[in-house]
Every structure is written in C-alpha cells, then in structure tokens.
C-alpha cells in the first residue's frame, strides 16, 4: 500500500461530492463476467458473498393507524390504545418477527415519542413533527411517524416480501410512505474482496458519474487492528459507499471478513422504490452503473454466513471481557469456595434472555450454527 493510503485519514480527491437530486435509484446493472477493478486487463471469476439489508428506515402518516383517518396522538389517545395500534400495524408489516415493548418513551430523530422494539431491534417514533419550517414561514403538514430498523432488527426480518406488500397498500390508501434510509450490504466472509480492491475501483474511476469523481475519504486502523473503513459520496447527496473490515469491527484482529455497503438517503426530491426490499443484490449491484465499483455483485454466489459469523465473533469477544472482568470472581466461587461446577453456573447464570449484542436471528430462536 502507498504511503500516501497509510498517513491516516486520506482524502482521495480533492473534489467535493455536490449531490445531484434523483427521483429514482435505478437498478441497471447487467451481468458482468469479470471483476476488473484496475484496468489492468487481470479478470477474476463470480465470488461468492452475502447480500443483506443491514438498516431500514421508513414513514408515513400517522393516520395510517386509524381506518377512520382520525388523529392518533397522546391528547387524544390513551399509552395504551397507541400501543395496541403500532402492534397491530407492526404485525401487518412483520408478523411475529417484530414486537414494540409496551412503554411509550422520549423521542428521537425529531419525534417527541417512540416505542423501543423487542430484542434491540430498532424503534418506532412518533409525535411533535407536524409543523415545517418552510422560507414562508411554519407550515402545518400530516403527522407522521417513522419506523427503524438497525442491524440485528433486519436480520429479524424472515419475509420481506410481506413489508413491500403492506408499504405498497398503505402507499395506495394514501399515507404517503416513503423509504428515509436503506442500507444493503455485501459480505465476503474470507476476504474475497476488501475495502483496497474499493480504493482500486475508485483510482480507476468506478465510483465516477457525470465526469466528475466524488468524495472520498479512508480512516486507517495503522495497524490497531479496529479494521479500515474506506468511503464514497456522502448523505446530503443521497448515496454513501462504504468499504470496511467487519469481522475487525466487530473484535476480531485477525478477521478477513470485508463489507461493502451503499446507504441511500431519501426525503421529498430523492425516491427509494419499495422494490430494493425484494431484490436488493440489483439495486446494490446498479449503484454506479453497470461497469460500476459494485456491478460485479450482479454474479456474485450467494452464500448464507453473515449472521454465524457476527454471533461467533461477536460472543468470543464476550466471552473475553467476561474472562478479563469477572474470569478471578468464578475461580474464586469453584476454588475458594469450594462450589461445584453446576452451582457456579447457578451462581452467575441469568435466566432472563440473552445479551443485546447477540441478539442476532439464531441466538433468538434458539437456533445456534455449528461453527459456534
């Protein structure tokens, strides 16, 4: 790697990214038979990876509640009745896979209320965001409320086909739902590609549209092994690439696992189709165009690893700190104490569920991979 890629946080270009406005994400990428990131001629074949969405965010009139239009607020609602309303509208959306805990909370993102969801998923805000500063003054608008998703809520999500079906129904009863983020990733578990092959496509100018190259921007780990985070555009034009090492994120120093992930922004001018909940490999594949920096995940071998491979990482990174804080506290119970192993199991063990951060889709039905 140059010296210039190893000096920290490196500014690629000394362009800035203006961010066109866009009214649709096109999906256009065609198969591409080769992966050619330095114009070198090199070709490489189809690898294999893991597409998945990692972070949804959507809205849409809090009318939508109600079959009679009426206003659902705290003035006129009871906790309770909200509640059992976001319940049911949850359930049309997720069914069982998504649950909101029954306690209205602060706000966030500009809502006065929210409703935090089961197993750390995400949560659902509400209230206060009806008046617009607009340049003629403040503007009454519908309420809205917004509905998030992180990570581990995503990967909760067994049917999307069910969300794009109630979004498309609420959208035709006229609650105006529009998508406000989605992020879809690509995972290469073995480092089939890395977050260098994304600087390569970048030099090479595949991040390029209109002529002109977009920000860019690299943090460097210098060897730290927090893992290297390399990125393209930015959210106030819309689109955000990122290219990182994930297993090293998530505490592993010697992970090979690498991500590549577009975040898409949208709001009044910038569309996000429902559709990029169904197929989301095509819309991340199309990002930059057909012979774009990640057109070659049009071919790419599906394979289903993310989810063990987070749980695995995730709980020997864990099972560390737990060593290193509590490891002289259990030996002290079994040699100090003279207990039985089964009762120094009794004597830390919590029955009431799991830790947050390993609260992925298997750890909650009980489901464990092999290779953990």
């Not at 319940?87 to 993102?109: E, H, S, T, W």
């Not at 969300?163 to 578990?189: E, K, P, S, W």
């Not at 989810?307 to 002289?328: E, F, H, V």
Request: proline share 4%; glycine share 10%.
């Amino acid at each position: 790697m140059s010296e210039r890629l190893n000096s920290g946080v490196v500014d690629l270009t000394p362009y800035s990214n203006t961010g066109g406005k866009y009214s649709q994400i096109p999906a256009t990428a065609q198969p591409v038979q080769e992966m050619n990131f330095s114009g070198s001629g090199a070709n490489k074949s189809p690898i294999q990876g893991e597409v998945l969405i990692d972070t949804l965010s959507f809205s849409l009139q809090l009318s939508a509640l109600s079959k009679s239009s009426e206003v659902v607020s705290r003035w006129t609602h009871s906790d309770d009745e909200i509640i059992g309303r976001f319940k049911a509208f949850l359930y049309r959306c997720f069914g069982d896979d998504i649950v909101a805990q029954p306690m209205v909370i602060n706000g966030r993102n500009g809502f006065d209320n929210r409703l935090i969801l089961e197993d750390g998923a995400g949560f659902v805000a509400f209230g206060g965001n009806n008046i617009v500063r607009t340049e003629n003054g403040p503007e009454k608008r519908a309420e809205r409320f917004q509905v998030y998703l992180d990570g581990a809520g995503c990967a909760m999500v067994k049917d999307w086909q069910r969300l794009y079906q109630a979004m498309c129904d609420a959208n035709v009863a006229g609650y105006d739902v529009r998508i406000t983020r989605v992020d879809v990733a690509a995972d290469f578990h073995e480092g089939e590609v890395t977050y260098l092959d994304a600087i390569e496509a970048y030099q090479s100018g595949l991040f390029t549209s209109r002529g002109r190259p977009p920000k860019s921007k690299l943090i460097n780990d210098m060897g730290s092994g927090e893992g290297c985070t390399f990125y393209v555009g930015s959210r106030l034009g819309g689109k955000l690439f990122r290219a990182y090492e994930k297993g090293k994120q998530l505490g592993d120093k010697t992970s090979p696992w690498n991500r590549f992930e577009v975040e898409w922004i949208g709001d009044n001018k910038r569309v996000i189709p429902f559709e990029i909940l169904i197929n989301p490999k095509e819309y991340i594949a199309g990002a930059y165009g057909e012979s774009g920096a990640t057109a070659f995940i049009h071919d790419l071998i599906s394979v289903i690893k993310t989810s063990a491979k987070k749980l695995k990482i995730t709980y020997q990174t864990a099972r560390y700190w737990c060593r290193l804080q509590y490891g002289k506290l259990i030996n002290f119970a079994s040699r100090g104490l003279h207990l039985a192993d089964d009762q120094v199991v009794l004597e830390f063990f919590n029955p009431d569920g799991f830790p947050d951060r390993l609260l992925s889709a298997p750890a909650t039905i009980g489901v464990f991979p092999q290779e953990v």
